[in-house]
């Protein structure tokens, strides 16, 4: 099986001995994305609608660099720290995963990274 490491500078940097994604087998396992701004390498939006919006242009980034997009997206788990949060964060979510959505779960955790909202993680293949 091969086995590529997937980096960019267009997404933040892993904040753990992880990757940002791995290919393996045509798949890309992108993980899960909290809403930093890579640039500043900081939360720079306290509501969900933002945090969404930030979570998503990160996953797309990595997704890009990997040889993929979000439209060859075919699952993803998203991690609530509030699920009163879910119709907001579904809001957003619609608007990237508009034509033939993934398969998806969404879960309420006790806590995220950093505080954050949200995370989200996905699988897809390659183009």
Known sequence: MSRQVVSTTNAPAALGPYSQAIVANGLVFVSGQIPINPASGEIEATDITGQT????????A???ASGSSVANVVKTTCFLDDISDWPA???VYARVFHAAPPARSAFEVGKLPKNAKVEIEAIATLN
């Open 62 to 64: 990595i997704l890009v």
């Open 53 to 60: 919006e930030q979570v998503l242009k990160n996953l797309e």
């Open 89 to 91: 964060m579904n809001d």
